[in-house]
């Protein structure tokens, strides 16, 4: 009898036990690529980790914006980096990066954007893969740009030997000591020669943006630009020097 009551104990025991559900592997989220204007510029931003958010945020934030103006050739924003995997900025900031140059087909790139990073004046410079992508973007790019110590990452290419540039004020003596052979301009807070448009970098990286914009869009489209922002633009009033 004993072992008829715990038999029926057991068979409603695991009657009412809930049935697990099978495990099964969650689906890989779809990649999401940038929407692309044809009609548009392209900027491509390169990012690494350890990238200063100010050298990033501010030309981003004046370029991206150039979509809400009319009547002129506006730009379309993104990020290319060596991976897919989110880039960690030096002040931890967390950015999910659109392309991997190293593996990605990449789509033109109208104006590279280089901004500083932690490692720019060491390590970085010895990364080859990333020199040469920079390298080869430049020759046919329309601009190339560079905020702070991305200037060392330029030079260090080749790309800045027969232009005038400048870079962080307080780092322009290592500039000049690594790079004695470049026309280095000092107390400006940006250089406009040929192509090349490099600057002093932090708060000031907002008026490189804005200058480029002046130059291709004209004043009314740069103060426009920079009244959306809250900021006080006359190009007048910003040292700087201009080669053409």
């Not at 905020?147 to 003596?173: E, Q, R, W, Y």
């Not at 869009?217 to 040292?239: F, R, T």
Request: with cysteine; proline share 5%.
């Amino acid at each position: 009898m004993k072992y008829i009551i715990v038999f029926v104990v057991l068979f409603f025991t695991s009657s009412c036990t809930p049935k697990k559900k099978p495990v099964t592997a969650r689906k890989e989220d779809k990649r999401e690529f940038p929407v692309l204007d044809s009609t548009r510029y392209n900027v491509a931003f390169l990012i690494m980790d350890g990238v200063y958010n100010t050298e990033f945020t501010a030309p981003f934030d004046i370029f991206q914006h150039t979509q809400y103006r009319d009547n002129i050739r506006t730009m379309n924003t993104f990020t290319v980096a060596n991976t897919l995997k989110p880039i960690k900025s030096f002040e931890g900031v967390r950015i999910l990066p659109d392309f991997d140059y190293t593996k990605d087909s990449i789509p033109r790139i109208d104006i590279l954007v280089v901004p500083s990073a932690e490692h720019h004046l060491d390590t970085d410079l010895k990364d080859t893969i990333m020199l040469n992508f920079v390298k080869k973007t430049s020759k046919d790019a329309l601009f190339v740009t560079s905020h702070c110590d991305g200037a060392f990452v330029l030079a260090k290419t080749g790309i800045l030997d027969n232009v005038a540039s400048t870079t962080f004020p307080s780092d322009i003596p290592k500039y000049k000591s690594m790079f004695p052979h470049l026309d280095v301009k000092d107390s400006v807070l940006f250089v406009h020669d040929g192509k090349f448009i490099t600057s002093a970098g932090g708060a000031k990286s907002f008026e490189a943006a804005l200058y480029l914009c002046e130059y291709l869009y004209g004043k009314e489209i740069a103060e426009s630009l920079a009244g959306g922002l809250v900021i006080d633009w006359n190009l007048d009033e910003v040292p700087r020097f201009i080669s053409h």
